[in-house]
């Protein structure tokens, strides 16, 4: 997979690549010596974590939610220049939403293939809501189950599925990498076809305006607040809850955007005739759909019978 090396690669750069496929990744933007620092602290954590509780949790994969109640060793990562950098002109005013250590066991069958931003009721197509960015621990290989994705598919029309013909990659890369990829392109974990764990972070983010999946206000104890860099902490003028404690908010001297603009990145979904919302390009103010009830879960997002979506019958590329 072309990656773009993360010594000399601009904002834009990144930009420019999650507008055209989705997704790109970034190397050397994690030292050796703190992904083992990383990896380490993770260890003694996943070793009181139990399995996952379903089909897209995982049977055979660990999740450590609640990261920063829980770990100091990706504080500098979730505040990183050219992240933040991505995610001003990607979402312009966002919070930290999903912060989750992701262990995939020897065994794991490949997860369904979604869309992070599906848990969110809007009508589509939308504006970029959520940025993820996934950091390997391990050597994400074909075999051991590195996230799969459909390039492009976050420029698919409302509605569209994978399908088997539909081209998967792997994002095969090595730790001290990262991969971006936006909320709205259909991908998954793999498989672990091999005898040891597969072990990686993501980092994901959501526009301010929407409800972060996790709470952070009780997910980290105000003690360990107090820790947080400065950035990761920052109290925002529109965080929600009485304490207002928020982990990060907009960069610098970024304002939230106007009402109705979301931020400075340019929709991928301009030339849509979309009918029931009226969501279309940007600056446009949202309004919610009008047609048939439709079911926004993260995890009915995906057809049942389409063997893309259960993981099998699918070629990598
Ligand atoms: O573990 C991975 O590679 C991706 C996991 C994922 O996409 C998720 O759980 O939402």
């Excluded at 507008?19 to 190397?27: K, L």
């Excluded at 954590?45 to 996952?52: K, N, Q, S, V, W």
């Excluded at 990562?77 to 939403?97: C, E, M, N, R, W």
């Amino acid at each position: 997979m072309a990656t773009l090396p993360g010594a000399t690669c601009t904002g834009q750069d990144v930009v420019q690549r999650l507008t055209s496929d989705g997704y790109v990744i970034v190397s050397g933007l994690m030292s050796e010596r703190d992904v083992e620092a990383a990896r380490g602290d993770l260890g003694r954590i996943l070793a009181a974590t139990p399995t996952g509780r379903n089909a897209f949790e995982g049977f055979d994969t660990q999740r450590v939610y609640a990261l920063f109640a829980k770990t100091r060793t990706f504080d500098q990562i979730a505040v990183h220049p050219l992240l933040l950098d991505v995610l001003d002109q990607v979402l312009g005013h966002y919070q930290l939403s999903a912060p989750v250590g992701i262990r995939i066991g020897p065994g794991e069958r490949a997860q369904m293939l979604h869309r992070d931003d599906a848990i969110y009721p809007l009508p589509e197509p939308h504006p970029p809501v959520v940025l993820n960015t996934m950091w390997p621990l391990d050597e994400f290989t074909e075999d051991n189950g590195a996230t799969r994705l459909v390039a492009g598919s976050h420029r698919w029309e409302p509605g569209r599925q994978p399908a088997p013909e539909d081209p998967l990659l792997t994002a095969t890369m090595s730790p001290g990498s990262v991969m971006f990829y936006l909320g709205s392109l259909w991908h998954g974990g793999g498989g672990n076809r091999t005898s040891q764990p597969r072990l990686g972070v993501i980092l994901e983010y959501v526009v301010g305006w929407l409800r972060q999946q996790e709470n952070h206000c009780l997910a980290v104890p105000r003690d360990i607040v107090r820790q947080l860099p400065e950035r990761l902490r920052r109290r925002d003028a529109s965080a929600p809850g009485p304490a207002g404690q928020r982990l990060t908010g907009t960069g610098g001297r970024r304002r939230r955007p106007a009402r109705g603009q979301p931020g400075r990145f340019a929709s991928t979904a301009d030339t849509s005739s979309g009918s029931s919302g009226s969501v279309r390009g940007r600056n446009r103010p949202t309004t919610f759909p009008s047609g048939p009830t439709r079911n926004f879960s993260k995890f009915h997002s995906m057809s049942p019978a389409s063997p893309a979506a259960s993981g099998t019958a699918v070629s990598s590329a």
